[in-house]
């Protein structure tokens, strides 16, 4: 019998559709690894589609906390490594995208989780109008 597989079980948990449960933690790896592509070559999308792309890197951190440790550190280089060019590419917004009430009933935190806290360097009108900056 197969070991059972922590991480695809916590996606599923989480209600993830079956092509996310899949992928894994590669998967989500995989993703955040394009939003930051994404990112570095100027957001066009809006807020929505901002915050799911956070959504995404939240997820792969949860994730991350159920791997088995081999797994986790068979990835984490690409994740520290994909998160230090976002950090280049986005400024602190001096608030939760969320909003403080979610932040808080959430536990998240600016030192913590920082891509909710984060905008883009080079967002797109659609963005800048919907944080109130365009």
Do not use: I
Not at 51 to 59: A, H, K, T
């Amino acid at each position: 019998m197969r070991d059972k597989d922590p991480v695809a079980e916590f996606l599923r948990k989480r209600g993830c559709p079956e092509h996310t449960v899949r992928g894994g933690l590669r998967g989500l790896l995989e993703g955040w690894e394009e939003v930051v592509r994404s990112v570095g070559e100027g957001y066009s999308l809006g807020l929505d589609d901002y915050l799911n792309d956070m959504d995404g890197r939240q997820l792969l951190e949860e994730a991350l906390a159920e791997a088995p440790g081999q797994e986790r550190k068979n990835v984490l280089g690409r994740v520290r490594k994909a998160d230090a060019a976002l950090r280049r590419l986005v400024r602190p917004s001096g608030r939760c995208l969320w909003g403080d009430e979610t932040a808080r009933q959430e536990g998240w935190t600016e030192k913590k989780n920082w891509w909710y806290f984060s905008v883009p360097l080079d967002p797109g009108e659609d963005l800048l109008e919907e944080l109130g900056e365009g």
